[in-house]
C-alpha cells in the first residue's frame, strides 16, 4: 500500500473542470476521492460516509467553504476531519479567517498542484498524529500526561520538564530516537505554554520539496514567482499566536537555516517577491534523531542555529530505558486494538511480557505498537502468546541484521559495509511490509535518505 494509504478525500468545487482536474491528480496520488459540486452534497456525504479530509472551494452556489467548514467542525467528531480551503479570490486576512474557523491549510487558484499535494499529506499525517494521541488518553487514564505515558522515573523527569519550559518563550530541541514521540513531546509543551489556545502547526523539514520550502516557510506575495498567481500565507504565519513544530530540523538546508536563525532573533519575515517584513509572535519547538553537535561539526549545521534551538532542550529517553513502562504501554496497547477489533480483551501472558522485556525495541514505542497490533489481531483465546508476537522480538536474535554467518568466518568472505547495510535495510522493509515512513523511524533516518538507498539498491 502506498503512503497515502488510500485515504479518503472530498473534494467540493463547482468549477466542473477543476473538480474533475482535482479528483484526477488525488486518485492519481493514492487517494480515495468522493467529488461533488455544492455544499449541501457535500453534508450528505459527511452524515454517511467516513472523511479524512476536505478541500472545498470557499465560493459554492447556495452557500460558501466558510459556512461549510464551519458546520463540519460543529457537527460530530467534526474535529477529526481535515479541511483545507480553495478559492480565486485568496487573501491575507482570507487565509487568517479560515485558519481561526479550523482550516488546515488555504490555497489560492489557479491552484499550484505540488502545493495541493503537499499540502494534503501533511493535513493527513496531523491529522491521524492527533486521533492517534486521542486514543492514548481514553486509555491512559490518570498515567496520560498530553497523550505521552509512562510512570518511570525517566519519563516522569521528563514530564516535569515539559511543565518548566512550557511556561518560557524561547525555543525548544527535542532530542532523541526515532519512535520515542518526539511530537507528542512538542505538543505537550504547547499544551502547558500560555500560547495554548493557539495553532499547533508541525512540518516535517525533510517532506518538503526543496523547489517548495522558502515559499512554504515564508509564504510568497502575487507575482513572486511563475504560478504565483496569488498572494499565500507560509507556516510562520500560519503558527502566528501560537507554536511551529519543525520535525527532522537536520534535514533543513543550510540557505532556509539562516532565514529560520533571522526570524528567531527578529520574529520577523519576509514573504518570497515581498518588499517588507512582517511581524510574527510564535514559538520554535524543533525535534531531530540526529547529533546535531557532530552535524554542527562536520559543517552540516550552523552552529549559532543549533546554539539558539537548544535553548531549552529536552532529551526524550528511549523505551530500553524506561523499566516497568513496558509493561504499562503492552497492557493499554492491547486493549486498544482488541477494542478497534471488537473483541474481548486478552492477558498478556507472563511468557509474553517476558519476552518484550528482553527485546531493546530499537524502533521504540512506534515499534512496541506495531507488534502489539500485530500480536492481538493473531492471538487465539483470551491470552496473548510469544508465538503471537513478531519472531524478532520474541527471539531477539533476530532483530540484528543476518549479515555474517556464526562461528569464524575467512577474511575473504565478510561482505562489505554496503552489503551489510543493504541485507539490513530490505530485512527492516520486510518486517513492516515494505511500509518507507514505519522503516525510515526504525533505521533512524530520513525518508529522502532511505529512497535513496532504495534507489541505489534498486539500480
Known amino acids: 500500500m502506498s503512503e497515502t494509504d488510500g485515504a479518503r478525500i472530498l473534494v467540493v468545487e463547482d468549477d466542473d473542470s477543476l473538480r474533475g482536474l482535482l479528483v484526477e491528480e488525488l486518485r492519481e496520488a493514492g487517494y480515495t476521492v468522493t467529488a461533488v459540486g455544492t455544499a449541501p452534497a457535500a453534508r450528505e456525504v459527511l452524515d454517511s460516509d467516513p472523511v479524512e479530509l476536505v478541500v472545498s472551494d470557499l465560493r459554492l452556489p447556495g452557500s460558501d467553504g466558510m459556512a461549510l467548514l464551519r458546520a463540519t467542525r460543529e457537527g460530530s467528531g467534526g474535529d477529526a476531519v481535515g479541511f483545507i480551503v480553495i478559492t480565486a479570490f485568496g487573501t491575507i486576512s482570507q487565509a487568517v479567517e479560515a485558519l481561526k474557523a479550523g482550516a488546515d491549510d488555504f490555497l489560492t487558484k489557479p491552484l499550484d498542484l505540488e502545493h495541493l499535494l503537499l499540502g494534503v499529506g501533511r493535513v493527513l499525517e496531523h491529522r491521524r498524529l492527533r486521533r492517534r494521541v486521542s486514543e492514548f488518553e481514553a486509555l491512559l487514564g490518570g498515567d496520560d500526561f498530553h497523550g505521552l505515558i509512562g510512570r518511570s522515573r525517566p519519563m516522569q523527569a521528563l514530564f516535569t520538564g515539559i511543565r518548566r ?43 518538503v520539496p526543496a523547489e517548495l520550502l522558502e515559499s512554504e516557510f515564508f509564504g510568497h506575495v502575487q507575482g513572486a514567482f511563475t504560478g504565483a498567481h496569488r498572494a499565500r500565507a507560509g507556516l510562520f504565519q500560519a503558527a502566528d499566536g501560537g507554536t511551529l513544530f519543525l520535525d527532522e530540523i537536520a534535514e533543513m538546508p543550510a540557505a532556509l537555516q539562516a532565514k529560520l536563525l533571522r526570524v528567531l532573533e ?122 503471537d508476537l513478531p519472531e524478532r522480538v520474541r527471539r531477539p536474535g533476530t532483530s540484528e541484521p543476518s549479515a555474517l554467518p556464526d562461528g569464524l568466518t575467512p577474511a575473504s568472505e565478510l561482505p562489505p559495509l554496503a552489503e551489510v547495510e543493504r541485507r539490513y535495510i530490505q530485512q527492516v522493509m520486510e518486517a513492516v511490509d515494505g511500509n518507507k515512513r514505519r522503516a525510515a523511524d526504525i533505521l533512524g533516518i530520513g525518508r529522502r535518505t532511505l529512497y535513496r538507498k532504495l534507489d541505489g539498491d534498486e539500480a
Open 165 to 207: 519550559i512550557g511556561a518560557g518563550e524561547g525555543p525548544v530541541l527535542v532530542t532523541g530516537e526515532s519512535g520515542t514521540g518526539k511530537e507528542l513531546v512538542a505538543r505537550a509543551v504547547h499544551a502547558e505554554s500560555p500560547r495554548q489556545a493557539g495553532p499547533f502547526i508541525a512540518v516535517n523539514c525533510a517532506g
Open 266 to 387: 527578529d520574529s520577523r519575515v519576509r514573504p518570497v517577491g515581498a518588499d517588507r517584513e512582517q511581524a510574527v509572535d510564535l514559538r520554535i519547538v524543533a525535534a531531530t534523531h540526529q547529533d546535531l553537535e557532530a552535524a554542527v561539526e562536520r559543517g552540516d549545521f550552523r552552529a549559532d542555529l543549533f546554539y539558539r534551538l537548544e535553548t531549552f532542550r529536552l532529551p526524550v529517553p528511549p523505551l530500553r530505558e524506561r523499566g516497568d513502562d513496558v509493561d504499562l504501554l503492552a497492557a493499554r496497547l492491547v486493549s486498544r486494538f482488541a477494542q478497534r477489533l471488537g473483541r474481548a480483551t486478552p492477558r498478556l501472558a507472563p511468557e509474553t511480557l517476558a519476552c518484550l522485556r528482553r527485546y531493546a525495541f530499537p524502533g521504540n514505542v512506534r515499534e512496541l505498537a506495531n507488534a502489539i497490533e500485530r500480536a492481538v489481531t493473531f492471538a487465539d483465546g483470551d491470552s496473548v502468546q510469544p508465538a
